[in-house]
């Protein structure tokens, strides 16, 4: 078993990695900081780290070749780059808006193509998993910007995996609410922001990256089997149940 975790040095990424290698599945880790991939993995001898830019398709694709050729056809990959942007529309940059378009959804385009051109007729079960948001199921203030990026996604997510489904490729996507991680720290700096961004979950709270590790972690593994084309939201109901706001 082999597993390329694209943006591995995300939090998220670190908890699914250690679930993956637990089990003594092979991952490579790529990211575009050398030094801190190598503090993260260097001491597990399951973790191959490799520098890559994610928003370059050319690098993508060379990272991917390289990592096939050392450890065989990847049989799943994760993808856990992602960005939040909190301005209404008319307050959004062009770069700002490019920046996001290109940090959640080319990247994800770029990886998952050179995810397929590894795996297809190689591994008859691949399977991937992408990381979207909560702020595309559900109309968030301010949220315009990535809203439109992680629709994207999951439109790329649904159309990709009908395309490859008769192949036996599994493409899915969790969309996470609030999570605690360094992206999410400028909104959970204090006791009162954190509580006040618990209140707005149904089943009050903000997710730990291993609750969305856990998700997909299950979604690259057997028990999931059945399911393709789907993205499983990790919000605390936010998006299926009515927010009750307190």
């Known amino acids: 078993m082999h597993t390329i975790v694209t943006a591995a ?59 096939a050729q050392r450890h065989g056809p990847p049989t ?25 378009i290109n940090l959640n959804l080319n990247s994800a385009a770029w990886s998952l193509r050179a995810f397929l051109k590894q795996c297809r007729g190689q591994v008859p079960d691949a399977r991937a998993v992408l990381v979207s948001s909560c702020a595309a199921g559900i109309g968030l203030a ?9 629709a994207g996604l999951e439109g790329l997510v649904r159309s990709a995996a009908a395309t490859y489904a008769p192949e036996g490729i599994r493409i899915n996507a969790v969309a996470p609410g609030l999570t605690n991680t360094a ?42 089997a059945r399911l393709t084309g789907c993205v499983v939201p990790v919000d605390g109901g936010l998006v299926s149940i009515r927010p009750l706001v307190k």
Not at 89 to 96: E, I, V
Not at 142 to 150: G, L, R
């Open 9 to 67: 040095t995300s939090t998220i990424a670190q908890q699914l990695i250690a679930r993956q290698t637990a089990r003594g599945t092979r991952c490579t880790a790529l990211g575009r900081n050398a030094e801190k991939l190598s503090g993260l993995y260097g001491d597990n001898p399951l973790v191959e780290t490799a520098v890559c830019d994610l928003l370059e398709s050319g690098s993508v694709e060379a990272a991917f070749t390289e990592a």
């Open 76 to 100: 799943g990959w994760a993808h856990c780059l992602g960005s939040i942007l909190i301005a209404p529309l008319h307050r959004t940059s062009d770069d700002q808006w490019i920046q996001t």
């Open 183 to 224: 992206m999410a720290n400028p909104f959970l700096r204090s006791e009162a922001m954190a509580q006040a961004a618990a209140r707005q979950y149904p089943i009050a709270g903000v997710n730990e990256a291993d609750d969305v590790a856990a998700v997909m972690d299950w979604l690259m593994g057997p028990d999931s």
């Open 142 to 150: 301010n949220h315009e910007a990535v809203a439109a990026a992680e």
